[in-house]
């Protein structure tokens, strides 16, 4: 019997159940034996992924068709490293802050690699690791957080629908009806009727 075709995401994305020690944010935080989380149990709660040719993103008809079906019109560059982001410590520091969007928030790895950590239906800690050529979308009112690994760079792609607006709202903020949607959208049906609090 043929073994099914591995998914071609898998070799720039990866995720897993983190474990609750408070060492560095750039280590890889694998649970003691380690517990992976597949690329559709991501879709269950909302993140998407992609993998795409990022040594032709300029002309990539596959990432203009994306950015069609998407409406992502607004696009620009961003280089996480100590060497080109301003006072890169504390942007590091606030972009590890738990916190959500009212819109997605799209990234596309072009180079490098970093950690976007998400909240499980259940509320536990997820680092999806995103490397070049992986391109992710956190649904809006999701909680997360962003950490370069132990390599210290990333370069990627912004992909914003409309004029982008990168207000972060730490938690807790669960009265916004961004928050309040994606629960009924994910959470609450993830239950299958049971409640999750997942708002505390």
Same mark, same amino acid.
């Given at each position: 019997? %043929?073994?099914?075709?591995?998914?071609?995401?898998?070799?720039?994305? $990866? %995720?897993?159940?983190?474990?609750? *020690?408070?060492?560095? $944010?750039?280590?890889?935080?694998? +649970?003691?034996?380690?517990?992976?989380? *597949?690329?559709?149990?991501?879709?269950?709660?909302? @993140?998407?992924?992609?993998?795409?040719?990022?040594? +032709?993103?300029?002309?990539?008809?596959?990432?203009?068709?994306?950015r069609?079906?998407?409406?992502?019109?607004?696009?620009?560059?961003?280089?996480?490293?100590?060497?080109?982001?301003?006072?890169?410590?504390?942007?590091?520091?606030?972009?590890?802050e738990?916190?959500?969007? #009212?819109?997605?928030?799209?990234?596309?790895?072009?180079?490098? *690699?970093?950690?976007?950590?998400?909240? *499980?239906?259940?509320? $536990?800690?997820?680092? @999806?690791?995103? +490397?070049?050529?992986?391109?992710?979308?956190?649904?809006?009112?999701?909680?997360?957080?962003? #950490?370069?690994? #132990?390599?210290?760079?990333?370069?990627?792609?912004?992909l914003? @629908?409309?004029?982008? @607006?990168? #207000?972060?709202?730490?938690?807790?903020h669960?009265?916004?009806?961004?928050?309040?949607?994606?629960? $009924? %959208?994910?959470?609450?049906?993830? %239950?299958?009727?049971?409640?999750?609090?997942?708002?505390?």
């Amino acid at each position: 019997m %043929a073994t099914p075709a591995k998914d071609p995401r898998e070799e720039v994305i $990866q %995720a897993w159940y983190m474990d609750n *020690s408070n060492e560095g $944010q750039r280590l890889p935080h694998h +649970k003691d034996p380690k517990e992976f989380v *597949s690329l559709e149990q991501l879709e269950e709660i909302g @993140v998407l992924s992609w993998r795409l040719d990022a040594d +032709k993103y300029e002309t990539d008809e596959d990432l203009k068709k994306l950015r069609e079906e998407r409406g992502y019109s607004y696009m620009d560059f961003i280089e996480c490293c100590p060497e080109k982001l301003p006072n890169y410590e504390e942007k590091i520091k606030n972009f590890f802050e738990e916190h959500l969007h #009212t819109d997605e928030e799209i990234r596309y790895c072009l180079d490098g *690699s970093g950690y976007f950590d998400v909240r *499980s239906c259940n509320d $536990q800690w997820i680092r @999806v690791w995103v +490397k070049k050529g992986g391109m992710i979308v956190l649904p809006a009112g999701i909680y997360h957080r962003f #950490t370069l690994d #132990t390599d210290n760079y990333i370069k990627a792609m912004r992909l914003f @629908v409309g004029d982008p @607006v990168w #207000t972060p709202f730490n938690r807790p903020h669960d009265h916004l009806p961004a928050r309040k949607d994606y629960l $009924q %959208a994910f959470v609450h049906n993830q %239950a299958g009727g049971h409640a999750v609090d997942a708002t505390a």
